[in-house]
């Protein structure tokens, strides 16, 4: 039997998944079967992370774990294997399709103000696709589209403050154990000067926190010193901005250019949202980086962990 030494939090770490989802695939699927220290702590072996890093891609190709838990690791291979296939030549949008039964229950909820059951629909989510599944498929959409609604007058601030304050809570749970370790690269992320909607910051850094990032948290509208200020203090490896509305600003220009101006040029500017198409050219001019979607901003984060992780080998 090959040798169970991962912990729970280890595991966590290297699949994206948190560690209540691990423990719910266990319990209630039978995914995972791992070892027991004399303490009764879990302990993953190598095949079992394989294992569940095989069930996170599956489900976020569009399986339900239900559905897929019990097959075997190699089954799992080869489904993954066809999903891929299937989508070549296709991009995000096609990488990461939606929930739309969750996606408009979540919508009910918001409507209704409904703390409780917009609570209930994430965390049914999150058991059934993962942290960044419910991220990337469920969450950034209603995000999307409470924004949409919020434009044409169909829902009042009211609504988008209250999913918004409602996924802040739920995003700082599911995060909290992915708090990295000491020598985790950090990510300081907000949204700067003028913009006030951070539901994509937050999404930004609770997708940061799963990768195993040690994320600075910095809130909305945020002048472009104090932005740089703590990245130096925290000696961040990247900043991360996420620019909604409005995408007309006279003075965010100015603030992109002097945030350029004051961060140490090896710290790269990421920067998504609706509203960054607007600021093209300024990005452009002073090298940001544009994120399409989350997807986008994992991939670029897995990016520019991978020097720390070889100098460290």
């Known amino acids: 039997m090959a040798e169970a030494h991962h912990t729970i939090k280890s595991v966590a770490g290297r699949t994206g998944l948190s560690p209540h989802v691990i423990r719910v695939w266990e319990k209630r699927y039978s995914a995972v079967k791992p070892g027991r220290t004399a303490t009764n702590r879990r302990r993953y072996s190598d095949e079992e992370v394989e294992r569940l890093s095989l069930l996170r891609d599956v489900i976020h190709s569009g ?3 239900g559905a897929v838990a019990r097959l075997s690791t190699g089954k799992l291979r080869e489904l993954l294997a066809r999903s891929q296939n299937t989508r070549t030549g296709s991009h995000s949008a096609a990488r990461v399709p939606g929930r739309p039964a969750l996606l408009a229950e979540c919508l009910a909820a918001v409507n209704r103000l409904d703390a409780s059951a917009l ?3 994430l965390d049914r989510g999150s058991v059934e696709m993962g942290a960044q599944g419910l991220l990337q498929r469920v969450i950034a959409p209603v995000a999307q589209t409470i924004g949409d609604l919020w434009r044409n007058g169909t829902i009042t601030a009211a609504h988008e403050h209250f999913a918004s304050a409602v996924i802040r809570v739920f995003l700082g749970h599911a995060v909290r154990s992915f708090s990295g ?12 000067t ?5 539901l994509g910051a937050l999404l930004a850094g609770a997708s940061a ?17 104090e932005l740089a200020g703590a990245a130096r203090q925290n000696r961040a490896r990247a900043v991360a901005l996420s620019l909604v509305y409005p995408e007309d600003d006279p003075r965010l220009d100015g603030e992109l250019v002097r945030l350029r101006e004051l961060l140490p040029q090896e710290i790269p500017l990421l920067v998504g949202g609706r509203a960054t198409a607007a600021y093209g050219n300024t990005l452009k001019k002073i090298g940001a ?3 399409r979607d989350l997807a986008h901003l994992c991939l670029t984060l897995d990016e520019l962990r991978k020097p720390s992780e070889r100098a460290r080998s």
């Open 181 to 192: 370790t000491e020598d985790a690269p950090v990510l300081v992320v907000a949204t700067p």
């Open 289 to 291: 980086l544009p994120m």
């Open 209 to 225: 926190s799963n990768l195993g990032w040690r994320v600075t948290y910095l809130g909305a509208s945020l002048p472009a010193a």
């Open 194 to 198: 003028g913009q006030l909607h951070e």
């Open 119 to 121: 609570q209930e629909a």
């Open 63 to 65: 399986h339900s774990i």
